[in-house]
Nanobody
């Protein structure tokens, strides 16, 4: 049984900050790549950020680079997404998928990741 649970979402005003958490169980977390994706109403699921198994390499979408920071704590089987300077267009359901992959390559497409949670809603208002 593999379970990924996202939390920390909520409502925030534009320009504000929010920290999302993603707890994984039943997964060899320290040997897994983890990513953050989001999906807004009427839009396709899009890549936000990703991190390799040991945290040494990270990738970000251009739209969030400089504003969002992905990190992981392998001792706690948890990955985080620190979101700053939030914009209206950041409103979406945020997902934290994972895949067992002890490599340096970070795929940015959602279909590569095989473990998904239910997501957490982030709403940014003006």
């Amino acid at each position: 049984q593999v379970q990924v649970v996202e939390s920390g979402g909520g409502s925030v005003q534009a320009g504000g900050s929010l920290r999302l958490s993603c707890a994984a169980s039943g997964l060899t977390f320290s040997s897994s790549a983890m990513g953050w994706f989001r999906q807004a109403p009427g839009k396709e699921r899009e890549f936000v950020a990703a991190v390799i198994y040991n945290g040494a390499y990270k990738a970000y979408a251009d739209s969030v680079k400089g504003r969002f920071t992905i990190s992981r704590d392998n001792a706690q089987n948890t990955v985080y997404l620190e979101m700053n300077s939030l914009k209206l267009e950041d409103t979406a359901i945020y997902y934290c998928p994972g895949k067992k992959w002890k490599g340096l390559f970070l795929p940015l497409t959602p279909d590569w990741y095989n473990y998904w949670g239910q997501g957490t809603q982030v709403t940014v208002s003006s």
